[in-house]
């Protein structure tokens, strides 16, 4: 994937985000635009405060993204795919869900507020997948976010679902 074509994808799932924000808790967000690596990939304004958001894409496996994302694909990846099928989807999403969040849990980035938007790329899976499984999701220890939230789909048609805040402050 192109650094352009990330930026895209990262600019698109930020803009859902907020807006599905905003409508579910009338907090304007507002104003995004792209960081340089060490910082969170996009900042924005949160009810006039800045607000880094750290985006990622849940696709599953490596073979399942190069499949979501429309490219070409080698005997391997197609047969790391048919290998897939017999894995229960649960257990997939768990799996891939939590190594993401491990990953971006050992990232420092130079932020003072923090949020990892995780949107759901795998048709596969549902919001309500999510949420049954929401108890068995590994949250690393020591992580640099403030909250964790988590777009059900692609166009968020199934809205947000919070997986973690951080509630030391309240």
Not at 8 to 25: C, D, I, V
Not at 118 to 124: K, S, T
Not at 129 to 154: A, C, M, T, Y
């Amino acid at each position: 994937m192109s650094q352009s074509e990330k930026i895209k994808l990262e600019h698109a799932a930020a803009k859902l985000f907020m807006r599905l924000y905003e409508a579910k808790y009338g907090i304007k967000m507002r104003h995004i635009w792209h960081n340089e690596p060490r910082k969170p990939d996009v900042t924005c304004y949160f009810d006039h405060q800045k607000l880094d958001l750290e985006i990622a894409h849940l696709y599953g496996s490596e073979a399942e993204a190069m499949h979501l994302l429309g490219r070409e694909l080698k005997d391997e990846t197609r047969q790391a795919l048919i290998n897939l099928i017999q894995t229960p989807p649960d257990h997939r999403l768990l799996e891939a869900l939590n190594l993401l969040l491990k990953n971006k849990g050992d990232k420092h980035y130079h932020s003072e507020q923090t949020w990892l938007i995780i949107r759901n790329a795998n048709p596969l899976w549902t919001r309500e997948d999510f949420e049954r499984n929401l108890h068995l999701v590994n949250l690393p220890k020591s992580h640099p976010f403030e909250q964790i939230w988590l777009l059900g789909d692609l166009r968020g048609e199934t809205g947000i679902l919070q997986l973690y805040t951080d509630n030391r402050d309240n």
